[in-house]
C-alpha cells in the first residue's frame, strides 16, 4: 500500500510537471518526453538532453525517479513517454513483460561509493575515510550523523545501498553493520526521493549517503570509494561475492545484486518514435558517452537486453 502511495503521489508531481512544462513550450514542435533515473538527473535535464533538442530543433522534456516506480507506471499506461533509460536490467523487465519495450541496449556504468557533504560536521572524520585513514562504517556509524538513502522498495539505488552495507558486514567480518549504520531496510528517517538525494547533500540536509559514483561526481561532491567486492561495479566479482548478497523486505520481495549497468530503450507506444530512436543513438554516440564521462559515468559493460 505505501508503494501505491508514493507511486501516486509521483504520478501527480510528473503529471504536474509535464502540463506545466508543455504549456511553457507548446510552440516550439515536437517534445521528446524521456523517463530516466533519479540519479541521472544532471546529466540528463542539463546536458544530454538539451544537446539532443538543439541539435534536432525539438523540445526536450525528462522526469526522473526511481527506476522500479516510472517502470510500474509506465506498465500501467498512468504515465507515457518515448524513452526510458534505468540502471540494472529489473526495471527493464518490468517494461518488456509489460510489451513496452522489445531491445534494450546498455549505455554506461557506475559503482557503489560513499558520497559526503563537505558541509557536514562530520566533514573531517569522512575526509579522513577517503583518506584511508579511519574505516567509513565507523565514521557512519557515528552517533547523529545522518545518512541518506533512497527506497529499495521502488529505486534499485536504495536496494544497492543495503546490498553494499551486507557484503561490507561479510567483507569486513563486522556481522551488526548494516543494522548499525541502516536501521530498518525501509527505514523512513533515511530515505528520499532519488532527484532530491545529491541536492540534500550539496545543501548539507543529510551528511552522508551510500550512492552511486556518477550521481555523486555530477553533483561535484566528495567520495569514499569501496573495495571492488563491495561496490558492485566489478562483473567479475558477481559469482565470488555479490551473488551472496539478498534481502527480503517487508513487502517480501527479495533483493539481489545486478549489474551497475544503464540501459536505454524506446517505448513501444512512443509518441515520437523516431526521435526516440535517434536520442538512444545519441546517447551511444561518442557525443553522447562524452557528456556521460564529463558527468562520471564509465563506459558500459554488458550486452543487450
Known amino acids: 500500500m505505501k508503494v501505491m502511495q508514493r507511486c501516486a503521489a509521483f504520478i501527480a508531481f510528473a503529471l504536474t510537471a509535464l502540463c506545466a512544462t508543455s504549456a511553457s513550450t507548446a510552440e516550439t514542435g515536437s517534445v521528446l518526453r524521456v523517463t530516466y533515473a533519479g540519479s541521472m538527473g544532471v546529466v540528463m535535464d542539463g546536458a544530454i538532453g538539451p544537446t539532443f533538442a538543439r541539435a534536432h530543433g525539438i523540445t526536450y522534456q525528462g522526469i526522473g525517479q526511481g527506476?522500479?516506480?516510472?517502470?510500474?507506471?509506465?506498465?500501467?499506461?498512468?504515465?507515457?513517454?518515448?524513452?526510458?533509460?534505468?540502471?540494472?536490467?529489473?526495471?527493464?523487465?518490468?517494461?518488456?513483460?509489460?510489451?513496452?519495450?522489445?531491445?534494450?541496449?546498455?549505455?554506461?556504468?557506475?559503482?557503489?561509493?560513499?558520497?559526503?557533504?563537505?558541509?557536514?560536521?562530520?566533514a573531517a572524520d569522512l575526509a579522513a575515510a577517503a583518506r584511508g585513514e579511519k574505516p567509513w562504517y565507523d565514521v557512519l556509524s557515528e552517533p547523529g550523523l545522518r545518512l541518506g538513502r533512497t527506497d529499495p522498495a521502488i529505486d534499485p539505488q536504495g536496494a544497492n545501498v543495503l546490498l553494499t552495507l551486507q557484503l561490507a558486514a561479510d567483507y569486513y567480518h563486522r556481522p551488526g553493520m548494516m543494522?548499525?549504520?541502516?536501521?530498518?531496510?525501509?527505514?523512513?528517517?533515511?530515505?528520499?526521493?532519488?532527484?532530491?538525494?545529491?541536492?540534500?547533500?550539496?545543501?548539507?540536509?543529510?551528511?552522508?549517503?551510500?550512492?552511486?559514483?556518477?550521481?555523486?561526481?555530477?553533483?561535484?561532491?566528495?567520495?569514499?570509494?569501496l573495495p571492488d567486492a563491495i561496490n558492485l561495479g566489478?562483473?567479475?566479482?558477481?559469482?565470488?561475492?555479490?551473488?551472496?548478497?539478498?534481502?527480503?523486505?517487508?513487502?517480501?520481495?527479495?533483493?539481489?545484486?545486478?549489474?551497475?549497468?544503464?540501459?536505454?530503450?524506446?517505448?513501444?507506444?512512443?509518441?515520437?518514435?523516431?526521435?526516440?530512436?535517434?536520442?538512444?543513438?545519441?546517447?551511444?554516440?561518442?557525443?553522447?558517452?562524452?557528456?556521460l564521462r564529463e558527468h562520471g559515468y564509465s563506459p558500459a559493460r554488458g550486452t543487450d537486453l
Open 67 to 122: 527506476s522500479y516506480a516510472l517502470a510500474h507506471l509506465l506498465a500501467a499506461h498512468q504515465l507515457q513517454a518515448d524513452v526510458f533509460v534505468t540502471i540494472t536490467p529489473g526495471p527493464m523487465q518490468v517494461l518488456k513483460q509489460a510489451g513496452l519495450v522489445n531491445r534494450a541496449v546498455p549505455i554506461a556504468g557506475t559503482q557503489m561509493v560513499v558520497a559526503y557533504s563537505p558541509h557536514s560536521r562530520f
Open 179 to 225: 543494522q548499525t549504520i541502516s536501521g530498518a531496510p525501509q527505514n523512513s528517517a533515511q530515505i528520499f526521493t532519488e532527484p532530491s538525494l545529491m541536492s540534500r547533500l550539496e545543501a548539507g540536509q543529510i551528511d552522508a549517503a551510500i550512492s552511486y559514483l556518477s550521481a555523486a561526481q555530477s553533483h561535484h561532491l566528495p567520495t569514499i570509494t
Open 234 to 291: 566489478d562483473p567479475a566479482m558477481q559469482a565470488p561475492w555479490y551473488d551472496r548478497a539478498s534481502i527480503t523486505l517487508d513487502n517480501g520481495k527479495t533483493l539481489r545484486v545486478q549489474p551497475l549497468v544503464f540501459y536505454a530503450a524506446v517505448l513501444s507506444n512512443a509518441q515520437q518514435p523516431a526521435l526516440a530512436r535517434d536520442f538512444v543513438t545519441f546517447l551511444q554516440s561518442p557525443e553522447g558517452q562524452a557528456l
